[in-house]
Each structure stands twice: as C-alpha cells, then as structure tokens.
C-alpha cells in the first residue's frame, strides 16, 4: 500500500509508541426517544463495546483493561450527558504526558438552527432544541485539550441531522479527528449486520486483521484513515483531522503475536510455552532391533522402548542440531543431545514412545520454551521449521494459578462455548479449537500453531488464540 514508512520513520513512531499508553472512553447509545426529537438506532451500543474490548484485548494497542471505559445503552451508568461529560472529564484528568486518549462516539449529531455549535446527543437528550441538554462538539474538545496526555483522537460515527465536516473541522481543530457523518441510511453495506458500515470496517483494522490498513506493520490514523476511506464511496468517506505533522500510533503489529505482556495474570507471567503432537506412527521392533520376542507386556514394550529412543534418534537428533546452529547462529556448546530430546538457549525439545497397542504406538513430540521466544516475530516459526515439528497442542504454564471456574463468563462473551465445567477444570470449544483451563495452565488444542507464529500470522488463530488469553488481562 502507499504511505508505508520507512527505518527513520519507523523506528521513531516504535519509540513514540512505547512512551505511553492508550486511555479509551467509548460511548454507544441506541436508546433515544423518539418524542424529544431523535430516533432509536440499533448499532451504536454493540459499536462501543466493540471498539473498547479491541483495547481491552489487544496487547498491540497497549491500554490497560483499567483505563478503558465504556458507557452505552442498557449496560452500566446511562450515557447520559452528565455521565459523558464526567467520563471526559475522568479521561483527561487522569492522564499523564505522553499518554494517548482516545474517545469514540457511535450514536446522533445534531444541529440546532441559528445556532453555531455542533452536539453530540445523550440518551437523556429532552429537545431537539435545548442546547442544554446536549453536548457542544467545542466542549469536548475544551475538555480534551486540557488533558496532559501527548496525544488525543477523537472517533465520531454519528447518524446526523445538520453537522457538516466542516463543523467538525472548526470544533476539533485542535486535536486529531477520523469521523464518520451519515445523514440518513447508509450509502456503503455494513460487512457485519450488528455494526455500522463504519465501525465494521474499524474493529477489524483495530485487531491487525487488515494487511491494508497498516504500515509497516504498524495502525496509524493514517494509514487507518486510508484503508477505511477505501471501503466508502467518495461522499461518504471519514474524515480526517491531524493537528500535527507526527503520525498517530494506534498499534504496533511488528512485535510477537502472543508477547509475555499478553499473557499477565495479576501482574505474574507465565513460566513456560509448550508445544506438543503426537502424530509420528512406528512400530516397537522398529526402535527394539534385537527384540526376538513380544510376548511381553504392553507397559513393558513401552518401557523399554523409551530407554532406547535415544539411540534410535541419534542421527536424527545429529542433523537436528546442525539445521539449529545454522538458522539460530549458536555456538556448538549451545545445542546438545540429550538422551531423548534437545537442550538449547532457553528451550528443550524430546521425543517419547507411547504404545497405542501392543507392538505399535506413536512418538510424541515435547517442545518448551522460555517468554523469550515469543518476543521476535517469526522466530517460534522458524525453530518450529528446523524440528519438522507441527504441534496440535499448545500449553501456557502459569507462575501462579488461577481460578478456572471464574474465567466462564469472561469466555463466554468471547465465542467460547463451555463444555465442561468444575472448579478446577474447564473445558469449551471455538470452532474446530479446544480449550482446557486448569489451575496452573491454560491448553489450546487443534489451533494451527504453525499459521499462529508465522511472521505473517493466520488471522483466525490469532483471534481464538486472543479470545482464549483474554482471561487473564480483564474485560
């Protein structure tokens, strides 16, 4: 796409990135009343809570689940005008230089005749005609700017009977605008029924599931503006605002797919990653070359099968660690065989026999690793690539427990359906995917783990992937 950046460019927007976090007010309201003036919608809340759980989710948009706050229709505190303006207030207050705030509207503009001033309009709105009940798009931005925060944008997809963009333009000058004006049905069909054309298009962008809408694997107000004006016919696209010449980071998609920051459970990390499959078919006699005899029993087979996989390995395991130290650059002393499996810088890999009958089972394969893996894109991949190893199984072992049970609902708003469910276990499916939550690990099963950590990663496991680990950043 055009717009990428390039190293200079880059590396500067990673450090602007870096230097403070995200702080998100999303408002969604759908439950206007009619006899003051305003229509009902039917999105605007289901838009709110969409665009807030991208933040609460998503490590790449680096906001804490604390920081991010929704107030929408028939969910919590009213978004009323009082409720919104406190929220704004909170926002810009509680912010600290270099942070970014971000606040998002999904609901009605309006227009008063004769008077000067855009509103945004509360679920409380009374008149069509009061200014006093509604809210100033010139009081937003007063109350944005004073904020200590490096940065703000402000989102609007607002339904709306009289603000022109070039309203918008006057009122919110001073800060960063991509708004969305519809005046009446929507020109463009929305791609997800429970979401406005607009936002539809957004949260998807949000989540680093739009190749288009990034730059160099970073989510600008830039290039977001590009990919999303892309999908709309020319009088329909969003509007864009930049008060300055620096380019606005939402996300950064350049750093690992499932990073330690990821996976915090009240501040512990988890301790290791674990990768298994055991799909490799052989025979006893094939690892027991001078075994003249099997009527021994299963258990015993398998015993002594596994005290000579070593060897059976041997040459395998030789050019193993050749195909390791060549990729990874590691000194000799760094790889070694170790009766059945591996050591290397911060991972083991090893191989078992498991008997599926009596003379034939299937060698399983083991691979655990440090955080430290999961900090360079790619790099799970490519170690992945030199064992010839495709797990069907991935652990993440925890520091410290959790409480399984508790974790239900949190799954549940997420697409995961429960299957089984006791205080120490649960199990739920998503798709073809499997989870099993215990108190010291969390195991996704039948996810393609190799598509999951490739440097361009399959967007459908991430997304389970993500929905699963949400459990323990909130939300």
Request: glycine share 8%.
């Amino acid at each position: 796409m055009t717009g990428g950046l390039d190293q200079r460019q880059g590396d500067a927007l990673t450090r602007q990135f870096a230097l403070g976090r995200a702080r998100v007010l999303a408002v969604g309201i759908d439950d206007y009343d009619r006899e003051c003036g305003f229509e009902p919608l039917t999105t605007c809340k289901n838009d709110a809570l969409g665009f807030a759980d991208c933040f609460r989710d998503l490590p790449q948009l680096d906001a804490e689940p604390g920081t991010v706050k929704a107030l929408v229709s028939r969910r919590g505190p009213t978004p009323s005008r009082g409720e919104i303006i406190k929220g704004l207030r909170e926002l810009a207050r509680s912010s600290v230089a270099g942070e970014r705030l971000i606040f998002y509207f999904s609901g009605r503009g309006h227009r008063i005749a004769g008077d000067p001033h855009s509103y945004l309009v509360p679920q409380d709105a009374f008149a069509d005609d009061e200014p006093s009940c509604l809210i100033s798009v010139t009081l937003v931005a007063e109350i944005l700017s004073s904020a200590r925060a490096g940065q703000t944008l402000v989102i609007l997809d607002v339904c709306s009977t009289g603000i022109s963009r070039e309203d918008l333009v006057a009122s919110l000058r001073d800060l960063t605008l991509l708004a969305s004006v519809s005046r009446g049905p929507a020109s463009t069909r929305s791609p997800n029924p429970q979401h406005s054309a607009f936002t539809a298009f957004l949260l998807p962008a949000l989540r680093g599931e739009e190749p288009q809408a990034l730059a160099e694997r970073r989510l600008t107000v830039t290039s977001l503006h590009g990919f999303l004006s892309a999908q709309f016919k020319r009088s329909a696209r969003p509007l864009l605002l930049e008060s300055t010449g620096e380019a606005m980071v939402l996300a950064d998609f350049s750093g690992p797919v499932l990073n330690p920051g990821a996976l915090v459970v009240d501040g512990r990390l988890f301790e290791a990653v674990e990768l298994s499959v055991g799909a490799r078919q052989v025979a006893v006699k094939d690892i027991l070359t001078e075994l003249s005899r099997t009527h021994y029993s299963q258990a015993y087979l398998e015993a002594r099968a596994n005290a000579a996989l070593g060897d059976y390995l041997e040459e395998e395991f030789g050019r193993t660690v050749s195909r390791l130290r060549a990729r990874f650059k590691w000194a000799s002393s760094a790889v070694s065989v170790e009766g059945c499996g591996l050591a290397f810088p911060d991972g083991h890999y090893s191989v078992s026999y498991e008997a599926t009958e009596k003379t034939r089972g299937v060698l399983v394969e083991h691979l655990s690793l440090r955080p430290a893996w999961l900090e360079v894109p790619g790099l799970v991949f490519d170690l992945l690539d030199c064992l010839n190893l495709h797990p069907d199984r991935i652990t993440f072992a925890l520091r410290e427990g959790c409480a399984p049970a508790r974790s239900v609902p949190q799954l549940e708003v997420r697409g995961w359906a429960i299957t089984s469910e006791l205080p120490h276990r649960v199990e739920a499916a998503h798709g073809d995917c499997t989870l099993i939550l215990e108190k010291q690990a969390l195991t996704l099963v039948d996810l393609p783990l190799r598509e999951m950590f490739a440097e361009t990663p399959d967007r459908d496991a991430v997304r389970k992937a993500a929905a699963a680990l949400a459990v323990f950043h909130g939300g």
